[in-house]
């Protein structure tokens, strides 16, 4: 097995080019930190984003041949093997060859760790290709990814108002409560949680449910006491 710095100069020359996109709002799944989400080219929202990744990373992975696509938004505290079972959920008879893309990462030891734990994961692959790839850029302060289902293009730039701002705040809470819990432990290298799934409804209906998933979980996040303390610190800058 490579290190991971042989993996990061064979990723760098992969590379990924920066695209823009205008993305409508009604059609797109926001994904949160922590969260993966599925959805296809006949779903009432064909396309997946996230947004600020800077010690996380996120991953899309697309199958062409079905014209699915997962992202997830990995951080610190994700258990490998939820990351495994995206790679399952898209093959639709076992071997599909799928696409995928990263961006994202920092030079802190938590974020290197975590990388080197996914790109060992994405190794053990077969029939998978590493399309593109922007990782522990000093350059960007946070990464965004997206990618249509439609065509398979990503985005690795959009109109951030977009993106559900509800999702961006539980965000930033779920990001202070996970590095409570890794801080807690003597080694910093875990408890590792599985990725929360969503799979966008192909009808309105399994949309709206994962609406109110979204909802309970910005409220549960709001009535912790981390969540309590983040609208605290927010309401005092904002005056």
Known sequence: ?????????????????????????????????????????????????????????????????????????IDIGTKMSSVREIFDELRSDGNDPLEIHLGGGNRSKASKRMLTRLIKEVDKQANVEIKSANLLDENIEANDLAIDTRTGEIFTNFDILTLDERLLNESRMFEIIMMEKINNTSSGRGPYFALRKTIDGRDMQSQNEYESQITNIIEAARNSWVGKLFNAVIGERSR
């Open 1 to 73: 097995m490579p290190s991971l710095q042989e993996l990061l100069n064979h990723l760098k020359n992969v590379g990924q080019q920066k695209n823009k996109g205008t993305l409508q709002a009604d059609e797109v799944i926001a994904v949160n930190q922590h969260d993966v989400a599925y959805t296809n080219s006949d779903s009432v929202r064909p396309i997946l984003a996230s947004s600020g990744a800077g010690p996380c990373v996120i991953m899309a992975v697309y199958n062409p041949k079905t014209k699915t696509a997962a992202l997830t938004h």
